[in-house]
């Protein structure tokens, strides 16, 4: 049953958990539908991500960080029974790296959470975010904010995090659960995407570089 939720993960034609869709008939919407056609045609991945001739970088990313969002909020969802807090009382990625949230709201400091905890945080926050129309506007013709690209790299940087909260932390129970292909490619696009338009700092990628590729 697991393997079946993972595969519909990744069919595209399934609307998404956020409220923010993508109207047809908007640049935003053809954008995503094209960036889905390349994906399904099993182009190769760093091919894929490059900015299409003659369109809008903010666009562009507005439409992978809410597609990455969905993807990876049903990954760690499929997930998530392993991710207790007893198992990981710790939001970490290995023994070296510790993850602390903070928000500006209801966390002003950083502050240790357990991995679910973090996560439920995360999830909530970004959804937030990308259902902000000063944030991502989604009418035609007004303009992203100026300090977009900012936000979509600290709300990457966090996504990130899942990836390696997961890959360290609960990689059998991907095998287990034979989604380990499935995962690896939408990492894979992440990877690609994010390095593509250095949205997120090297140093964050650390945990994960010693993987295999």
Known sequence: ??????????????????????????????LYKKAQASLKSGLDLKAVVQLP??????????????????????????MSEYCTEKSCPIMSGGLKY???????SKYKKPTKLSA???????MDWIEMLINNEDIFPTRIGVPFPKQFQQVCTKILTRLFRVFVHVYIHHFD???????????????????????????VDHRELEPLVRMPQ
């Open 1 to 30: 049953a697991m393997a079946l939720c993972l595969k519909q993960v990744f069919n595209k034609d399934k609307t998404f958990r956020p409220r923010k869709k993508f109207e047809p008939g908007t640049q935003r919407f053809e």
């Open 98 to 104: 510790e993850y602390r949230w903070q928000d500006d």
């Open 53 to 78: 001739p003659g369109e809008s970088i903010n666009d562009w990313i507005a439409v992978h960080v809410v597609d990455f969002f969905n993807r990876i909020n049903l990954i760690y969802g499929t």
């Open 173 to 199: 129970s991907i095998i287990n659960m034979g989604a380990e292909a499935h995962v690896n490619t939408c990492y894979k696009h992440f990877y690609y995407f994010i390095r593509e338009f250095s949205l």
């Open 116 to 122: 679910p905890q973090y996560m439920c945080m995360l």
